[in-house]
């Protein structure tokens, strides 16, 4: 079987040794992931997930009376926090997650890359989105990569407006710098080649699947404000804070569910 999220991350390597605008990556902190969504579905086919964005400032929800305006109820104060990864000594900065079979199957015909790539075959759209979540991360390190205006001023936006443009770039400039075709050609399969070609296809997945590391909200100990204003409590979390190495699964996706591997001599999941 092809471990794809594996692959992915061998070509993530060579694409950044090949490229100077992305050399600044440390890939080691960087996790290569994959996620379940059908090929049919509308939806991503992979995102950047930063792991560095700070905390946020203390916050609640809270009701109106939709009538007098007045406050009726309000969550308990929180901050919204992003859960630590941790391989080894290394602390993870970004995830970058795969969405399985969708990426497998997404092609250049009928999408607006087509306009990018004159010529080029379907998989070449492939190619591209590896090169776009890449081109997130930020060399500033401060989160997801920021563009400036024409105008100088900041933007917020993730997609400035050269920045299709820029991955076509980067991604034409990859395979001009002569990479070896094995680092890449595994995406010229889509997920039933991949299939008949290498028997299954297995991916990085954490123990949670189908959910991962997300942003969560954690309770604050503050002074009760508004008398007569019903607090209401947080729903206690259910995802983990921090995870490490333990907590990565290899699944083989099949196109319509995934199953847990089991290495020989593990005993049950935890
Ligand atoms: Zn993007």
Redesign the pocket.
């Known amino acids: 079987m092809i471990n794809y999220t594996e692959r992915l991350a061998l070509l993530m390597h060579d694409i950044v040794g090949r490229t100077p605008g992305l050399s600044f990556i440390d890939l080691s902190e960087v996790l290569v992931f994959a996620r379940f969504g059908r090929s049919e579905a509308e939806g991503?086919f992979?995102?950047?997930h930063c792991l560095t964005l700070p905390e946020s400032e203390p916050g609640y929800f809270f009701w109106r009376d939709r009538v007098t305006g007045e406050l009726t109820r309000r969550s308990e104060w929180f901050v919204t926090k992003s859960p630590v990864v941790r391989l080894g000594e290394t602390s993870v900065k970004y995830l970058i997650s795969f969405v399985i079979p969708r990426f497998c199957d997404q092609t250049l015909e009928r999408s607006r890359k087509a306009g990018l790539y004159p010529g080029a075959p379907g998989w070449m759209a492939k190619l591209d989105t590896v090169v776009?979540?890449l081109?997130?991360i930020d060399p500033e390190e401060s989160g997801i990569r920021r563009f400036v205006r024409a105008d100088g001023t900041d933007s917020m936006r993730?997609?400035g407006p050269r920045?299709y443009e820029h991955v076509a770039e980067m991604v034409k400039s990859y395979l001009a710098s002569k990479p070896d075709p094995s680092m890449y050609n595994f995406l010229e399969d889509d997920f039933a080649g991949l299939n008949a070609r290498y028997g299954g296809v297995v991916s990085t997945t954490f123990r949670n699947f189908p959910s991962f590391p997300q942003r969560y909200m954690e309770r604050l100990e503050m002074p009760p404000a508004e008398g007569g204003v019903r607090v209401e409590p947080l729903k206690p979390l259910t995802q983990p804070v921090l995870y490490t190495e333990d907590d990565l699964h290899i699944r083989q996706f099949t196109g319509s569910r995934t199953n847990r591997l089991r290495r020989k001599g593990q005993g049950r999941a935890a």
Do not use: P
Request: proline share 0%; with cysteine.
């Open positions: 991503a992979a995102t950047c776009h979540e081109y997130h993730s997609h920045f």
